[in-house]
């Protein structure tokens, strides 16, 4: 059977009811586009279903319907045009919206509009257009005369319908939608209607909070997990809240963001109780990315360091809110410790000694290495990061050297592909009994600024030994032996 998707755009009023429910009145007008290449007679047959995915709609800052719902129709009649005289039409209908997983809601609609040239009469016949132009040209040239002759018995164009033309629905009855402020009330809800989009004030400042200020809601969530729900607090930021509703629903939760979400004990333990695995934070893509490839060269050839100043632009919405200082916090610290996790300090006192942190919130460790990280927002830019480092270095006998690096990237082309594998990854974790009751998967540690880890495990940082853990958890999980690189068995005895 032929089916056809479209993305819906809203022109609508809307109110909220008391029973948690947005009402969609009768006269509310939707618009679909048609992603079938060609939808017509010749396509489908009459009864076949017609689905219209619904996109992400907004009114005054406020999702009018979830994410995935969508309506459901079917291709209701039509008629050929003539041999002669007379064009044809197609008529379609929809009659239900599927919202969340299991939730059909009658609607009544009539289709009274498209973007192409297919006129529509008031029952919601879409009508042919024929080919008035080519005919009219054909007839004008005397040498086709005798082609033309021959095709006239022959059928004008049946009306079709090409990919990405829209529709204009209009709803005949009232109908409501369950509100975004009863999902986010009732986060176990989110699962079912798939409410996926941060409220207005959060997609001003997806950044959350800063590391600087304590963990204080730990204790309010570690009491009220358990419960039916979870009420909006200071202490409980957006993120946690849908971090909670997943992993009572037994749903991995892997975090590309710098926010606290899942850092806290009461989620960590749910996430073991519930087998649903959790990782993070905060991709692992541009600058950072090359930072994890570059320091352990310098460690591993004990090359020291200095001095390494970072500084970032772009212009795309990460950029526009990073460019705020009360944003930056949280993404600051996820960028500056992965030198002083990578280097320890601690263990070569001569080359890296205490790391000198500069930013915002001023200098948190005084000693030789200076570090620094800016990013600033350049709209010109959009999507495309530019990523430049300078690093001082210094070499046998104490040289200096320094060395540059320009990284002109794309910022979503970077990470689109690590949140797939950690699609697929979350998903083998969730199936695996060696890996469900962990909770925190450090083993994908590999794709992440500042990686999770169990209590008492030093995070790790450098990209090719987390490279080995990622690949190394795989084949144990396979069964397979593991890399260990020794070489000794290439000697024989």
């Known amino acids: 059977m032929k089916r056809f998707l479209a993305t819906l755009m809203l022109v609508l009023p809307a109110s909220i009811g008391a029973s948690g429910e947005q009402l969609i009145p009768a006269g509310s007008v939707v ?12 396509t489908e047959h009459v009864g076949d279903p017609v689905l219209c995915q619904m996109s992400h709609s907004e009114m005054y800052g406020r999702s009018v319907f979830p994410y995935g719902a969508y309506l459901v129709g079917r291709f209701e009649d039509y008629k050929d045009p003539g041999h002669f005289v007379g064009k044809g039409w197609m008529e379609l209908k929809f009659d239900r919206m599927v919202v969340g997983n299991d939730t059909v809601i009658p609607i009544s609609s009539r289709v009274v509009a498209t973007s192409g040239k297919n006129p529509v009469d008031r029952d919601g016949k879409i009508h042919g257009t024929g080919h008035a132009v080519r005919d009219t040209i054909e007839w004008m040239i005397p040498v086709l005369w005798p082609i033309d002759l021959i095709n006239l018995p022959r059928r004008g164009p049946v009306p079709e319908l090409k990919a990405e033309t829209r529709l204009t629905v209009l709803m005949l009855n009232d109908f409501g939608i369950p509100t975004k402020n009863e ?31 304590p963990m204080q809601q730990a204790a309010p969530i570690q009491q009220s997990y358990a419960q039916p729900y979870m009420q909006p607090s200071p202490g409980i930021s957006p993120s946690m809240m849908y971090a909670w509703a997943a992993l009572k629903e037994g749903i991995p939760f892997a975090n590309g963001a710098p926010n606290l979400t899942v850092d806290i004990p009461a989620l960590q333990e749910l996430s073991k109780k519930m087998n649903a695995p959790i990782c993070g934070k905060d991709f692992k893509t541009g600058q950072t990315f090359i930072k994890t490839v570059l320091a352990p060269a310098f460690k591993v050839r004990n090359i020291g360091v200095s001095g390494w100043y970072s500084t970032n632009i772009l212009g795309n919405r990460d ?52 570090h620094k990280v800016r990013i600033n927002y350049y709209p010109p830019r959009g999507d495309n990061k530019e990523g430049w480092d300078n690093i001082d270095i210094f070499g046998w006998l104490g040289y200096p050297m320094q060395l540059k690096v320009d990284f002109l990237c794309r910022d979503s082309i970077l990470a689109a592909p690590l949140a797939l594998d950690l699609v697929l990854f979350m998903d083998l974790a969730a199936r695996t009994p060696s890996l469900k009751g962990l909770g925190i998967q450090e083993w994908l540690s590999f794709y992440f600024k500042d990686p999770d880890s169990a209590p008492g495990v030093y995070p790790e940082h450098d990209l090719f030994i987390q490279h080995m853990k990622l690949k190394n958890t795989l084949r144990h999980v396979m069964g397979e032996s593991l890399i260990t690189h020794l070489g000794l068995d290439y000697y024989g005895e």
């Not at 618009?31 to 010749?42: A, I, R």
């Not at 809800?189 to 400042?205: F, H, L, R, T, V």
């Not at 916090?329 to 030198?339: C, D, N, Q, R, Y």
């Open 31 to 42: 618009q679909c586009m048609v992603s079938e290449p060609h939808l017509s007679s010749k």
């Open 183 to 213: 999902v986010q009330r009732q986060p176990e809800m989110i699962s079912k209607y798939n409410y996926a989009d941060p409220a207005p004030e959060q997609q001003a400042a997806p950044i959350e909070r800063s590391y600087a200020q």
């Open 319 to 370: 950029g526009e809110v990073l460019d705020d200082p009360d944003s930056f916090k949280t993404k600051e610290v996820s960028k500056l410790g992965v030198l002083e996790h990578i280097f320890q300090p601690e263990l070569h006192p001569d080359l890296y000694k205490d790391i000198y942190h500069f930013g915002l919130e001023g200098i948190r460790i005084v000693e030789d290495i200076y």
